[in-house]
């Protein structure tokens, strides 16, 4: 079985639409720019009230992990 090491980075993703299209944002945009994405964990939800008290938008930020290139 092959050991495995993972770099972990930070992420904010934000939607109109809620927590699931926050995260789904973060994860599509971070997969753009780095490789073998393998996991994520939501460490903080939050959002913004807008006028007449309805949600505006939600804000996750999250880690996620990638797999590191052998040599």
Known sequence: MTEHVYKVV???????????????TAITRAGETVRHLRWF??????????????IDYTQVSLKAGFTLEGD
């Open 10 to 24: 930070e992420l904010v993703g934000s939607s109109k639409d809620g927590v699931d299209d926050a995260i789904r």
């Open 41 to 54: 964990e939501v460490t903080q939800i939050r959002g913004v009230v807008g006028k007449g008290g309805a």
